[in-house]
């Protein structure tokens, strides 16, 4: 059965989208950390039987985390993931085998990986605190 997407992961993939053409236009978003949809029932498992402290109940996204997999050197070493794959992120990680290597989870699809916290700080209305967050994408390979 074909799963049906949450209306708050449509909603951040549209907002990638966003945070990328202010990237390519300004060269940096305002962009403020934002949801792309509740942390995931295996990761919660595995977060549980091993101790592992996750800072929230869903997983954020930031501009810098979006300009991070997109800078200069990753490009250059044919390490960028395609916009568009990581822009489908919120929806397809869902499908995308899932491991923890002692400091973050990583999510693969066979092409790419993508790099999740489980408790990283970063600053929201201008307090840090401490939440499941995406950092990067890397191509494989």
């Known amino acids: 059965m074909e799963r049906c997407y949450d209306l708050i ?6 907002t990638i989208r966003n945070v990328f053409a202010d990237i390519e236009k300004y060269g940096f978003s305002k962009q403020k950390p934002f949801i792309i949809g509740a942390v995931e029932e295996r990761m919660r498992q595995y977060a549980d039987e091993n101790n592992i402290e996750l800072g929230s109940s869903d997983v954020y996204m930031s501009s810098r985390s979006l300009s991070h997999s ?3 050197h990753k490009v250059n070493i044919g390490k960028a993931v395609e916009k ?3 822009i489908a992120f919120p929806m397809t990680r869902h499908k995308m085998e899932m491991s923890y290597d002692g400091e973050a989870f990583i999510f693969t699809n066979g092409n790419a990986k993508f790099v999740i916290h489980p408790n990283y700080e970063i600053k929201i209305d201008r307090k840090k605190t401490k939440r499941v967050v995406f950092i ?3 191509q494989l390979g």
């Not at 992961?9 to 549209?14: D, G, L, Q, T, V």
């Open 84 to 86: 568009e794959e990581i």
């Open 70 to 72: 997109e800078r200069e």
């Open 9 to 14: 992961e449509i909603s951040a993939s549209e």
């Open 136 to 138: 990067t994408a890397t």
